[in-house]
């Protein structure tokens, strides 16, 4: 029996387990069996959290329908909350092993449980020949054909592709026909995240986002933390946006300073239990 507990970030929900004391042999298998919501406990995916030898902590994520995935912007402060609360640390700062590098969490904590977290997502990237099927590794004036439409979109790199859609009005999106076909566009050799994106003004951006591996979810913290960088790259929105999505909201910080874009949210435990390996 494998001990499991299931959190979220704004909706953004997985299955976290603690890989020092239960080890997963097929993370690949379990994450397809696990996330069935009908057959299995139901989830984005699974979240593997162990020590680690360059920082305090390491994160394996494996989408719903196995692949492995770089970074978890949600993810990463549930990692934050499930480490401090289950008192494997008592560190308010963090750092985290991922695919994508290590990345720094502060824990805002109240009543000795922590309510929320700051992740420092790191330096956005514009350009990559590998994840980008063009010359120059970016989207300016490609057009993607998907759903009988033609999109523009910004390549944003949080640690995993994204690509940032500003539409005029989000509610007229089919998501769920869309959202696949450009994941899969050839535009992209390794998939991409897709974010649809309206611009609402004084900051505030609605998105809603088709993850690669996932599908439809209530929230993303990379693809937010990629929207607050499109828009102001796009002189849509200043440096600090307010990304509103499904399952509610994150604050984004594009440091002028630094280069570096951070993240605060909440993160949430909705339930324990035990699943048979």
């Known amino acids: 029996m494998i001990r499991f507990t299931k959190m979220h970030g704004l909706g953004n929900d997985y299955i976290y387990i603690n890989t020092d004391i239960y080890p997963i042999a097929n993370p690949k298998e379990f994450a397809i069996k696990w996330s069935k919501y009908h057959t299995g406990i139901g989830s984005d995916g699974i979240i593997l959290i162990s020590r680690s030898d360059v920082a305090d902590f390491r994160m394996r994520i494996f989408n719903a329908d196995g692949s492995e995935a770089m970074m978890c912007g949600n993810g990463s402060r549930c990692v934050g909350k499930y480490v401090y609360d289950k008192k494997l640390t008592d560190k308010k700062e963090i750092a985290l092993e991922t695919l994508s590098g290590i990345k720094h969490i502060s824990l805002n904590i109240e009543d000795n449980v922590v309510k929320s977290a700051t992740v420092d997502m790191g330096t956005p990237l514009t350009s990559n020949t590998q994840q980008v099927a063009t010359l120059s590794g970016n989207l300016d004036g490609q057009t993607i ?133």
């Open 145 to 277: 054909k998907a759903g009988g439409q033609e999109f523009t979109g910004t390549y944003i790199c949080m640690g995993n592709p994204h690509v940032v859609i500003f539409v005029d009005d989000i509610s007229g999106i089919p998501i769920h026909e869309i959202g696949p076909q450009i994941e899969y566009s050839p535009l992209f050799p390794e998939r991409t995240n897709v974010e649809f994106v309206e611009v609402k003004g004084n900051g505030v951006l609605r998105m809603r986002v088709w993850e690669r591996g996932s599908g439809i979810t209530q929230a993303c913290g990379t693809g937010a933390c990629a929207t607050a960088v499109a828009a102001f790259l796009t002189g849509k929105s200043t440096r600090s946006s307010r990304v509103i999505m499904d399952g509610g909201e994150l604050e984004i910080t594009y440091d002028e300073s630094t280069n570096r874009v951070l993240m605060n949210g909440p993160a949430e435990t909705v339930f324990e239990g035990c699943i048979d390996e």
